[in-house]
Nanobody, 120 residues
Framework: VQLQASGGGLVQAGGSLRLSCAASGLTFRNYIMGWFRQAPGKEREFVARISGNGITDYGDFVKGRFTISRDNAKNTVYLQMNSLKPEDSAVYYC???????????????WGQGTQVTVSS
């Protein structure tokens, strides 16, 4: 199983980024896909998840700014991030789980991470 995250970068506060995660080696539609993030010195935290049929959930801090989506035909999950804040700066990881959960330990497959930096 491989998860390849991309789309990170440097953006000014208030800007937007769209992260992508291409999956291979698994039956994509059968997996819950999640996005997590980890800032230096902090624990990895849940950002968003989406079920195979499109049910979504978000971390409390998202507050309508991010949207997770997936294209099962392309084996890809996306995270559209708007109104970015400096505190959103972190390495963002995509992950796959067989459980609809936000718990880090329930995700068995992880991508390599993509850096998001938001300048003030």
């Amino acid at each position: 199983v491989q998860l390849q995250a991309s789309g990170g970068g440097l953006v000014q506060a208030g800007g937007s980024l769209r992260l992508s995660c291409a999956a291979s080696g698994l039956t994509f539609r059968n997996y819950i896909m999640g996005w997590f993030r980890q800032a230096p010195g902090k624990e990895r935290e849940f950002v968003a998840r989406i079920s195979g049929n499109g049910i979504t959930d978000y971390g409390d801090f998202v507050k309508g700014r991010f949207t997770i989506s997936r294209d099962n035909a392309k084996n890809t999950v996306y995270l559209q991030m708007n109104s970015l804040k400096p505190e959103d700066s972190a390495v963002y990881y995509c992950a796959a789980s067989v459980r609809y959960t936000g718990a880090v330990h329930e995700y068995g497959y992880w991508g390599q991470g993509t850096q998001v930096t938001v300048s003030s």
